[in-house]
């Protein structure tokens, strides 16, 4: 334990959390214990500093191309081999209140009345009745999202897929001027906790009792992602590739653009892959790590990792990931919550790599610009998969800002009769109070700004290309 290195006052705030947490009878032992572990870590500082001058840039060994991968025989009874060795685990603990829902995200409708977990589950089916393999799903929730999704779950009774769902950590949220568990201060709502971010799937796959089940079926790989990314469905070429080269940890990586120069990247660090996030860099660096000549990709947080390894390592204790901490407030109180991030274990894994994907696997939908793209004419959907319209000829998605009244899905859908096609468009930015009709064309560059207090209405059928609509005189 890392308590030697904490200052008495540490030790004494420590000691009453210890205590004050025993209390706390909504969560397990293991909760506690893992809850008080973090904390200690935090506290002791034992942050990973980053020697700037000692970071290298992953060669193709580390960073694998994409095209590089060898090809999956077309063998039916191989495939199924394959497949029978893998598990799908989707992070489903995010509500949608960004986007104006109060459910889990993964219900929100994306395509043709489908949800998102409505296509990962097509996704799945597919490929078992192809293959008659059995890749079950799991679902990672957290308190916020359970019991939503074990109603949703329901409806897929019938489908030929094993539907898993486990929660991932409650943890209390603290009270920064004394480090006392909120929910000893009386905030026993939902509001005095936090699920301590994706980081915590190793230990509460191993907690919930799923990850030895799995192991007792043989499965020997999962396949993590966000159940928000439409892009990250099974690729029987990266399961290959671990499975032949025992890599006990994947990373996609993809090329940076401009929109992502926040993301995370992979770096050599010492001899061993690593993650480098905006947060660990020192701020004479931050300039450079945005930098896309530099940095040239970004963790799409899709992950494949061998079950036998989560295991030893979560017994092991050995997952020491980087501490974010990421303050609130609750009801005029400043609280603290520690979380960590499942990118950040590639550092403790044998043969861990990153491979670098092509960007149509890293297709998220964070707002309602996102769900405008994926619900146009320059995606279709097949089998549940959602894929890029190849009459589309620029490789990049169009840049799309909508303002504040096209935020919430409500809203957003109340506002569009259908939404425009945008095969040839290449940016949009909407600005007040617009309405579009049915079958409107987009092309180049758009801006619709409605004058402040008037509804601007597109018509229906109209096409606007490269240019700046301020009124209906514009069209």
């Known amino acids: 334990m890392a308590t030697a290195t904490l200052s008495p006052a540490d030790t004494e705030k420590l000691s009453n959390l210890k205590s004050a947490a025993s209390s706390l009878n909504q969560i397990s032992e293991n909760e506690k214990s893992g809850f008080i572990n973090l904390v200690s870590r935090y506290l002791s500082g034992e942050a990973q500093h980053i020697e700037w001058s000692k970071i290298q840039t992953p060669t193709d060994e580390v960073v694998v191309p994409y095209d590089t991968l060898a090809h999956v025989p077309e063998d039916a009874a191989e495939t199924k081999k394959l497949l029978d060795k893998l598990v799908v685990l989707k992070l489903n603990g995010g509500l949608g209140t960004t986007m104006g829902c109060t459910g889990p995200k993964s219900v929100i409708e994306v395509r043709n009345g489908l949800t998102f977990l409505d296509l990962i589950v097509i996704q799945i089916e597919t490929l078992n009745a192809k293959y008659g393999c059995n890749v079950p799903l799991l679902l990672m929730n957290s308190f916020n999202t359970h019991d939503d999704t074990s109603k949703i779950v329901e409806k897929y009774a019938k489908s030929n897929i094993k539907i898993h769902t486990f929660n991932q950590s409650q943890y209390p949220r603290m009270v920064v001027e004394d480090l006392m568990p909120l929910p000893c201060k009386g905030n026993t709502g939902k509001d005095g906790w936090y699920p301590p971010g994706h980081g915590d799937v190793f230990p509460s796959l191993m907690n919930s009792g799923k990850l030895d089940a799995l192991l007792s079926e043989g499965k020997e790989y999962v396949f993590v992602a966000n159940s928000d990314n439409l892009g990250a469905v099974v690729d029987l070429k990266i399961l290959n590739h671990l499975i032949n080269n025992k890599n006990e940890y994947c990373m996609e990586v993809t090329p940076k653009t401009l929109a992502d120069v926040k993301g995370g990247t992979l770096i050599s660090y010492e001899g061993k892959v690593q993650l480098l996030e905006i947060a660990q860099v020192p701020d004479q660096h931050v300039n450079e790590f945005k930098s896309i000549e530099k940095f040239k990709i970004f963790n799409t947080n899709n992950l494949w990792v061998n079950l036998k390894a989560i295991k030893r390592l979560v017994e092991a204790d050995a997952l020491k990931m980087e501490i974010i901490p990421n303050p609130k407030e609750v009801d005029g109180v400043k609280v603290l919550q520690l979380e960590i991030a499942a990118g950040a274990a590639i550092r403790f894994f ?11 696997r890293f297709l998220p939908v964070k707002a309602t610009s996102d769900l405008l793209l994926v ?39 109340s506002r569009f009769k259908s939404i425009p096609s945008i095969i040839e468009l290449d940016s949009l930015k909407v600005t007040g109070d617009v309405w579009f009709g049915a079958g409107i064309t987009l092309k180049g560059e758009v801006v619709i700004a409605a004058k402040p207090g008037v509804k601007l209405e597109i018509p229906d059928g109209a096409v606007i290309a490269n240019k700046e609509i301020n009124g209906p005189e514009d069209i």
């Not at 044998?350 to 960007?359: E, L, Q, S, Y």
């Open 375 to 413: 619900q146009s004419d320059l995606y279709t959907l097949s089998d549940g998969f959602v894929l890029r319209n190849p009459a589309r000829a620029n490789p990049a998605n169009p840049s799309i800002e909508l303002g504040p009244e096209f935020k919430k899905v409500a809203n957003f859908l």
């Open 350 to 360: 044998d043969h861990a790599i990153g491979i670098n994907v092509p960007r149509s």
